[in-house]
């Protein structure tokens, strides 16, 4: 073991990013407890019009819905580490195949506000996982109110449309983009963000998210 990962272990002990306790020396990332119940989703899905498939790995709700929460609104921001190894296992078991590795940005002023930009950071860590480059293709041109705060599937779709536009095409025109974002509710938003790529000039764009909403794959 590296000194400073020795230090920085005895400082900051490594705990679960989902229940916060301290993990043994034979976990990583996840105690066993929060691995064995935690409602993983097997298999991919399609929500939304424009992307061809989505893996997730876990519900949101629970354990997963507060650790993202954390993550996204606590600043922590050392849990993309973990997400990143989570999601690049589940990229991985589903075989997903792509050619660009990418993420839906949040708006600069956004950004500004939190930070970080907590997709950017989770298609980092996934990129270093699987050996890959992580390249920008999407730009927020507009910061438009959280998806949170609409009341159905319509307004949400409704709120995302034309806030997204394409960066450097060059880069994906003609082929297979992964998408990354922290959670898949109703799709809208990588629904949207898929259109912009399509439109110009990817060839498929394929999803993963650390979590999804009230999920049945029917
Ligand atoms: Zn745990």
Known sequence: ???????????????????????????????????????QIDGTFKRGKFFTQCCSVYEYRDEAADSLKRYKFGGLRHY???YGRLLAMCILRERL???????????????????????????????????VQCV??????RDNPAQSTMKDAAARHANVMGVYRAVMPERFAGRRVLLIDDIITTGAT????SFV????GA???LCATVAATQFSNN
């Open 190 to 193: 990588l629904s949207e963000c």
């Open 80 to 82: 993309a580490a973990a």
């Open 97 to 131: 195949e792509f050619d660009v590795l990418t993420w839906a940005p949040i708006s600069k002023k956004r950004r500004r506000a939190r930070g970080y930009d907590q997709s950017r950071l989770l298609a980092e860590a996934v990129a270093r996982e699987l050996g």
């Open 1 to 39: 073991m590296k000194a400073v990962t020795w230090l920085l272990d005895l400082l900051y002990p490594p705990r679960c990013v989902f229940c916060r306790k301290l993990l043994r020396s034979d976990e990583t990332d996840v105690c066993k407890k929060c691995r064995g119940r935690l409602p």
């Open 136 to 141: 920008q293709t999407l730009e927020k041109i």
């Open 197 to 200: 790529l399509l439109n110009a």
């Open 203 to 205: 060839a498929e764009v």
